[in-house]
């Protein structure tokens, strides 16, 4: 999880911290780029805020994060959640040094400031990265942890941990390790090095790449397909896929047609399947 600010800003994560590090917007309308998209009303936009840090995930943001997404996770008016960094420098620029740095094993043991990281794995609905700029140590940990990431040119991905004399701590090694195989994660993981976002994007780390300026909207137009699809089948697919990482063959296999089966008995399952009968859109009730 944690990482050096970039060079060209050491100090950069060593500010104090604010209030409220996170906001929480609903988008009411798609700008008029993403046509046909018109609206974006079951699409959650969460801004880490943090500019002044480049975004640096202290334990009092990721606490934040994780409870502004499981509230959504609770409100059935949410789909599909997009996760970006104020500004145009940071998704985020990695861990807060400044709280890491005086930290021993039993006191980041007991501590309990990990304990988000699991949270935000539990979240239920997709989670959309859209990352500009820095996306490095545990803010590429973020990234990851998220179901898709929608890059922006200048974005810049790694787990530099090394440099400063320590691994990974929330998902690096293993998230990674399963995006761009082995031989890839042992390299940049083992030299601190950092990839763009065309390598990130050609390793199979990353879902799309997009004009910076254009990063948050292209993630909003993917969290509204999502969105428009049948939410309880979305919540059961995202559950198989993830699966599929850590499982073996027969036991997701097994997982996944259970949770076939049990979508039979929704309303949304006889509702797409008549509206394809009837050749008109199905309405979905999330029921």
């Known amino acids: 999880m944690t990482d ?27 700008p008029a780029a993403l046509a046909p998209v018109t609206t974006l009303l ?10 002044a840090a480049l975004n640096a995930l202290s334990f009092d ?28 420098r940071a998704f985020a620029a990695g861990a807060d040094i ?20 699991d949270r935000l794995a ?10 500009r700029g820095f996306a490095l140590g545990g803010g590429c940990e973020l990234a990851m942890t998220c179901d898709m990431i929608v890059a922006a040119e200048d974005a810049t991905f790694g787990q530099p941990e090394i440099r400063i004399g320590v691994m ?9 390790t399963r995006a761009i195989g082995k031989a890839r994660a042992m390299e940049l993981i083992l030299t601190g090095r950092t990839m763009s976002a065309r390598e990130a994007q050609a ?38 896929i993830l699966d599929a990482a850590e499982r073996p063959l027969g036991e997701g296999l097994a997982r996944e047609r259970d949770a076939f089966f049990g979508l ?12 394809f009968t009837d050749k008109r859109p199905p309405v979905w009730s999330g029921r």
């Open 4 to 30: 050096p600010a970039p060079s060209s800003d050491p100090a950069a994560i060593a500010q104090p911290a604010a209030a409220e590090h996170v906001r929480v917007d609903f988008p009411s309308r798609a």
């Open 42 to 51: 079951n699409v959650a936009l969460v801004t880490l805020d943090r500019p």
């Open 61 to 88: 943001l990721l606490d934040q994060l994780a409870s502004a997404l499981e509230a959504l996770d609770r409100d059935p008016s949410c789909r599909a959640i997009v996760v970006t960094g104020s500004g145009d």
């Open 98 to 117: 400044r709280e890491l740095a005086p930290q021993s094993a039993a006191s980041l043991a007991s501590g309990g400031g990990f304990r988000a990281w």
């Open 122 to 131: 539990a979240i239920g609905l997709p989670l959309i990265a859209a990352v």
């Open 168 to 176: 990974p701590g929330a998902g690096g090694t293993q998230r990674l």
């Open 203 to 240: 390793a199979g780390l990353v879902t799309s790449v997009v004009p910076a300026a254009a990063t948050v909207d292209a993630a909003l137009e993917l969290g509204a397909r999502i969105a428009a699809m049948p939410p309880l089948a979305v919540r059961a697919a995202k559950a198989a």
């Open 264 to 275: 039979f008995d929704t309303q949304d399952q006889a509702e797409g399947m008549a509206a």
